[in-house]
């Protein structure tokens, strides 16, 4: 289960990027999702605090996870 990031995205519209990056701004995984529900294989990062960001054309959201 650590190495799945699941999320839920309520009135999806428009298709969203996601970006997972490190605290210093490298991209690690970039995906374009266009399903409300959606779980992302993680397996490939190291055990550290990254962000991830959702993007699309009205609103982008930040937030920390920490993979153990």
Do not use: C, P, W
Request: charged share 25%; no cysteine.
């Amino acid at each position: 289960a650590q190495n799945q990031l699941h999320f839920t995205l309520d009135n999806l519209k428009d298709k969203v990027e996601l970006s997972i990056l490190t605290l210093e701004g490298k991209v690690m995984i970039n995906r374009k999702i266009d399903e409300n529900s959606t779980a992302i294989d993680i397996s490939s990062l190291d055990s550290g605090v990254y962000i991830v960001q959702l993007r699309n054309q009205d609103l982008m959201v930040n937030k920390k996870i920490i993979k153990q």
